[in-house]
């Protein structure tokens, strides 16, 4: 079992800690308030940031995913919302890799490095159960005519490429759900609201209006009918992406809180020296060590091929909690300045609440879990 | 046009170790970063190779460590790297550097253009650059601030130093030593580190470059560290003022009227 | 070539818009001090134009001889020439010590020197004596700070330094001085390959403040960027230049030429305000030679408090804006 970094990875990390440090944190509180930065996505773009999870041969890196999450670690550390814009869109980069033909993967992994994707399941009514779930696609010809809304994309709005997740056969029920690519120039594609979130906001959240969508059966994802198995890899994908984030928020907690405690002084003494403090600061030390672990584990498990459904989903369920945890630790310590919207340690609080429901609410990952537990042999 | 970029491997932090006996930095076991101002001057050698078709070398002196460096300026972009490592090496002062690093550049031979960063922010000399243009007896340009290839025997530069610039039009094969204001160093990039990791950086020593074993390492040092010791508080007896702010201005404006300072 | 017989102090003689450069007079303070431990004299080496004439004025600030060499093809600086010059003079003389001043000339200069006479040389001291064994002994500081390095050059000559400017107080000029002018004529060729097309001052944004008389110097502990307006306002009205720790020229909030310290500029005004900074020993090598210190620093153990005369412990804003109505006060 290796748990070192290669030279590669450091090296990798040191030139994105250095990025983060210059071009990510700076713009946090704008982004927090103005939202989505094209001026960063632009400079990560040439950086060669946005298509670290393309494979060599389409024009990316071709990192690994326990670099990926690396990678989304370091980059979160500067803001979160960077974290999640990257989890959606190389999340979408991994479907197209695992289930793309080889005419889908040349048309459109190159697009990753300058443009966005984003992957839509959630529809207006039914949140992430993919149960209730109303758009339909019905092949007409060589074509698929689409119908539907999504909501809540991450990426929406401002990714130029959308992989639906579409009713092709309701008598199959989840088994007649296929996955197809639309374009914003799609005919009969448009884009609804943007959400106005209590955190992530630099990161665009949208809508996608299909009426009468024409998508050409070249732009399908994967087999007709393979969609829920698509779709479950996107979801163990994030998930882990999302750990990552979960991760990074608890560092960042960690870090302020340690130099704040160490500043502030009460009564001649700094905080750091009281109980109440370092038990929280404990708390938050153990939560990132834990979760870091599981995220990396997760990663290489699915690098390895393996299935990885639970860790993923635990890195998630258990690193959000514990991400939440961290930040409000953190804004206790503070004090009223973790009150204080000038000091960047409350939106570490918002944005950690948007890891318990995204992707899977904290509440369906713990069936999820509930569930694997229970039916499968004990693996070890 | 060939280039080579000499980069130092300096100290990540502050606190660094010195060998007791000979004076020197202990360098071995430390990350490193490259040296702020090399960074331009790769940058500069991968700018002329987008625009002229160059091809860069970057060059180091030190022990094996100095590699991460190496590998950081071939993720930039360079094409070849290549470390001068040898114990015979060490210990080397400005003109031992100098003379080792010019061996290497003859060896590796029709050398348009050799670059460095102004200085290096641990010892800041300055020096290597122009002992390596004398070695090899060709012009020098330090404090390089622009540059202008006018054809492939001459060139424009711009010096500036304090309040001062100068222009200069020189001939290849030169020497340049340059700063920050020159250009802003590109980040390495992923895939660029990717490439990097497969590519194998030549170590010399030595036996590798053709040279004269008085004239490298310690004993091709005319200079001695002789100490290095923690200097001597500055001796002022502080008054401090008082701590209410108001006051402490008042209190201070009144006493630096009286210094006639005010 | 080797210790035998290498005897002389010698400085040279730099020269800037026609007069002599600022560093020479510190450099020929130094030497005397030098000579009276070694008892040899002072050679000032000037190569200029044909029309100027600074010897007399080298000798007014210490210089026993003055070598000088006067040739038009010396009018601008070509540092191989310069180094051609210099190399025949020092193998006719055989010098014990050439030092020069740390400037761009000086440090293009004095290493090409060294190359051509392989012997040593130290960069930027910012001290320099003569031990009992008669060899000079160059300080400089060394990165790593906490740490200062001696450096001797026992065998090679001459041992060459360069010393960085406004570290050490030139004599009072004296017209009463007697000394030597040797003419040298020197066989020199211009060189093909290398030709200065024009030279310009710069409008400095900010003025060099290595010769500001009063400075305000911004540290880290100023916090966040948008305090330095109160700071700057500050400056305008103490008439003070505006210096910076290295953590501000590296962030991008200010350039390289306003950092005061081992790395940056050596500073000697009358005034040096202090604001947020902590202390460490890169800096205070840079400031050392001020006149009145004054500090702010929320922490009373911060190091920078041993080399100053008064000290503010407390929050920096607070008496940058108590200082700057007061300051208002009075006008």
């Known amino acids: ?380 | ?262 | 070539m080797n210790r035998e017989n290498a005897t002389g102090i010698w400085v040279f003689a730099e020269t800037r818009d026609d007069k002599l450069e600022s560093t020479v007079p510190e450099l020929l303070a130094v030497s005397r001090d030098l000579s009276k431990v070694t008892g040899e004299k002072v050679t000032a080496v000037l190569l200029e134009r044909q029309d100027l004439d600074l010897a007399p004025a080298l000798i007014e600030y210490g210089a026993d001889v003055v070598l000088e060499v006067r040739s038009d093809i010396l009018g601008d600086f070509d540092p191989v020439l310069y180094k051609d010059a210099l190399a025949q003079l020092v193998e006719k003389y055989n010098p014990n010590i050439f030092l020069f001043g740390a400037t761009h000339k000086g440090r293009a200069l004095a290493p090409r020197l060294q190359a051509r006479l392989q012997t040593g040389l130290t960069a930027d001291c910012l001290e320099l004596v003569i031990d009992d064994t008669g060899l000079l002994v160059q300080t400089k500081p060394s990165y790593g700070d906490n740490l200062m390095c001696t450096i001797t050059c026992p065998e090679a000559r001459p041992q060459m330094a360069t010393v960085r400017p406004n570290v050490f107080h030139p004599l009072p000029r004296n017209h009463e001085n007697a000394g030597t002018v040797v003419s040298e004529e020197l066989s020199l060729e211009p060189n093909e390959n290398y030709r200065v097309v024009k030279k310009t001052r710069v409008p400095a944004q900010v003025s060099s403040i290595g010769n500001a008389d009063k400075i305000v110097s911004i540290g880290r502990g100023i916090g966040a960027r948008t305090n330095l307006t109160q700071v700057q306002l500050l400056a305008e009205r103490l008439h003070a230049g505006i210096g910076v720790t290295r953590p501000l020229a590296d962030n991008g909030w200010f350039s390289h030429d306003e950092q005061i310290g081992q790395s940056g500029i050596t500073v000697q005004p009358r005034l040096l305000l202090n604001l947020g900074i902590s202390g460490a020993v890169q800096y205070k090598a840079g400031m050392k030679n001020s006149g009145v210190v004054v500090s702010v620093n929320r922490d009373i153990d911060a190091p920078i408090f041993s080399v100053s005369n008064y000290g503010y412990v407390g929050d920096v804003n607070e008496f940058v804006q108590a200082l700057l109505a007061e300051c208002s006060n009075l006008e």
């Not at chain 1, 210059?22 to 094209?38: H, I, L, Q």
């Not at chain 1, 974290?83 to 959606?88: E, K, N, T, Y």
């Not at chain 2, 290549?82 to 031979?109: C, E, M, P």
Request: with cysteine; glycine share 8%; net charge negative.
């Open chain 1, 1 to 380: 079992m290796e748990f070192d970094f290669t030279d590669e990875q450091i090296m990798l990390r040191k030139m994105l800690r250095e990025f983060t440090k210059n071009e990510v944190t700076p713009r946090m509180k704008e982004m927090d308030e103005n939202g989505f930065s094209e001026d960063l996505f632009k400079i990560m773009a040439a950086t060669g940031i946005n298509d670290l999870a393309v494979p060599e041969k389409y024009g990316g890196a071709g990192y690994d995913y326990v670099t990926q999450a690396m990678a989304i670690y370091e980059l979160s550390k500067g803001s979160p919302s960077i974290g999640i814009i990257l989890d959606a869109h190389w999340k979408v980069v991994a479907q197209i890799v695992k289930y793309g033909s080889e005419e889908i993967k040349q048309r459109y992994l190159p697009r990753a490095k300058d443009e966005l994707f984003a992957f839509c399941i959630t529809e207006p009514a039914g949140g992430s159960t993919i149960e209730s779930n109303r758009t339909t696609a019905v092949r007409t010809g060589d074509d698929w005519v689409l119908n539907g809304t999504k909501s809540w994309i991450t990426n929406g709005g401002r990714a130029s490429v959308y992989v639906i997740l579409a009713i092709t056969d309701k008598e199959q029920g989840l088994d007649g759900r296929t996955t197809l690519i639309a374009d914003t120039d799609s005919p009969g594609f448009s884009l609804g609201k943007l959400e106005s979130t209590m955190g992530m906001r630099g990161c665009p959240i949208g809508e996608a209006i299909m009426e009468d969508c024409l998508i050409p059966d070249s732009d399908r994802l994967g087999e007709v009918n393979n969609g829920i198995e698509i779709a479950h890899e996107a979801h163990d994908t994030a998930r882990i992406f999302m750990g990552a984030i979960a991760a990074a928020i608890q560092k960042t907690a960690l870090e302020l809180s340690v130099e704040y405690a160490k500043e502030r002084l009460v009564y001649g003494k700094p905080i750091a020296d009281l109980q109440a403090i370092q038990f929280k600061i404990a708390e938050m030390a153990m939560g990132l060590l834990s979760t870091k672990l599981i995220v990396y584990q997760s990663a290489y498990m699915k690098d390895h091929d393996q299935p990885h459904t639970r860790e993923a989903a635990t890195a998630k369920a258990f690193g959000s909690q514990l991400a939440l945890r961290a930040a409000d630790h953190a804004i206790q310590i503070f004090g009223g300045y973790g009150y204080s919207r000038e000091y960047p340690v409350e939106h570490l609080w918002r944005d950690a609440k948007s890891l318990q429901i995204a992707e899977g609410s904290l509440e369906k990952l713990h069936i999820d879990i509930a569930n694997v537990a229970l039916s499968e042999e004990a693996r070890e």
């Open chain 2, 1 to 262: 046009m060939k280039i080579v970029v000499c980069v130092k491997q300096i100290p990540l932090s502050n606190t660094v170790k010195i060998d007791p006996q000979t004076h020197n930095m202990v360098r071995d076991d430390e990350e490193g970063r490259m040296n702020p101002f090399d960074r331009n001057a790769v940058e500069e050698a991968l700018h002329l190779k987008e625009t002229h078709g160059a091809e860069v070398i970057a060059m180091s002196m030190g022990p094996p460590i100095f590699t991460s460096t190496l590998r950081e300026a071939l993720s930039m972009g360079c094409d070849d790297a290549v470390l001068l490592s040898s114990r015979a090496f060490g210990g080397a002062d400005t003109l031992a550097t100098g003379y080792t690093l010019s061996q290497a550049i003859k060896k590796i031979g029709n050398v348009d253009l050799i670059l460095f960063g102004r200085q290096a922010v641990d010892a800041d000399t300055g020096q290597v650059g122009p002992i390596v243009a004398e070695f090899l007896g060709i012009p020098q340009v330090t404090f390089v601030s622009s540059m202008n290839v006018i054809n492939e025997s001459e060139i424009e530069v711009t010096r500036f130093y304090d309040d001062e610039e100068e222009i200069v039009e020189t001939t290849f094969p030169l020497v340049a030593t340059v700063r920050s204001e020159l250009n802003t160093p590109r980040y390495t990039t992923p895939l660029g580190i990717r490439r990097a990791f497969r590519k194998e950086i030549s170590v010399y020593n030595e036996t590798d470059i053709k040279c004269d074993p008085s004239r490298i390492g310690m004993r091709g040092s005319p200079t001695v560290v002789t100490d290095t010791f923690i200097p001597k508080k500055a001796g002022r007896n502080m008054h401090q003022l008082n701590t209410n702010a108001e006051k402490a201005a008042r209190e201070l404006v009144s006493i630096l009227r009286d210094r006639k300072l005010l």
